[in-house]
């Protein structure tokens, strides 16, 4: 009788002093978590890259192909189409005179300029 009474002595003693608690390392039920925002979405590589102050516009009334080929989206071909339909008197021309299609367009547009002869 001694041996369980001790037993539950020393039960209530380790109870009392926390060694019988939950270990450090376990988690916090889901319920207690705070709120953690999550990350903004990354920009996708179709999204077009805004001309920065630095950076020049391409002028597609005076640019090489070589120069235009290096935009996105636009290759040998529609760099060539750009040039044969010089000269354009606004960059929104290249969508409404179906030089580029919408999608290439919108990609181009924020990089591009039309400057005209003076």
Request: no cysteine; hydrophobic share 45%.
């Amino acid at each position: 009788m001694k041996q369980h009474s001790l037993l539950v002595l020393l039960s209530a003693l380790a109870l009392a002093t926390g060694a019988l608690a939950d270990p450090p390392n376990k988690p916090a039920p889901a319920a207690a978590k705070s709120p953690v925002a999550k990350p903004a979405p990354k920009p996708t590589a179709a999204a077009p890259k805004p001309a920065s102050a630095g950076a020049a516009l391409v002028d597609i009334n005076s640019a090489s192909a070589d120069e235009l080929s290096a935009l996105p989206g636009i290759g040998k071909a529609y760099a060539a189409a750009i040039i044969k339909g010089r000269p354009y008197a606004n960059k929104a021309q290249l969508a409404s005179k179906k030089v580029l299609p919408p999608k290439v367009y919108d990609g181009v547009q924020a990089l591009t300029i039309a400057k005209q002869k003076k």
